[in-house]
């Protein structure tokens, strides 16, 4: 069984940064993608991107607007998202969720497994 563990997050101030990382197990391919969303209180889910660590390519939505960077190490099955320059509107609960699929998706009703989900909470 696929498991994803989420960590890092917490309480930054505006202009700070944040790095988020997921834990993969009960997978032995290197074929799958990851994808990153994000929930807001009383928003919808939204994907912020997504990377594929087989090939390490990387897709990232527009609000994005280069602060995210997302990071694989394939050996070791863990991936990263690191948050720069973050501001109130990025507080939100994080998640990270594997496709068995290699292509990157926005929908979250594409990924077959999902982290816990992670808080990050910016203050102004």
């Known amino acids: 069984e696929v498991q994803i563990v989420e960590s890092g997050g917490g309480l930054v101030q505006a202009g700070g940064s944040v790095r988020l990382s997921c834990q993969i197990s009960?997978?032995?391919?290197?074929?799958?993608?990851i994808g990153w969303f994000r929930q807001a209180p009383g928003r919808e889910r939204e994907g912020i991107g997504c990377?594929?660590?087989?090939?390490?390519?990387?897709d990232y939505g527009r609000f994005v607007k280069g602060r995210f960077t997302f990071s694989s190490d394939k050996a070791k099955k863990t991936v990263s998202l690191q948050m720069n320059n973050l501001t109130p509107e990025d507080t939100a609960v994080y998640f990270c969720?594997?496709?068995?699929?290699?292509?990157?998706?926005?929908?979250?009703?594409?990924?077959?497994?999902w982290g816990q989900g992670t808080q990050v909470t910016v203050s102004s």
């Open positions: 990377i594929i660590p087989q090939t390490g390519r990387t």
């Open positions: 969720a594997l496709d068995l699929r290699v292509a990157c998706y926005y929908t979250r009703g594409l990924y077959d497994y």
């Open positions: 009960g997978i032995s391919s290197d074929e799958y993608t």
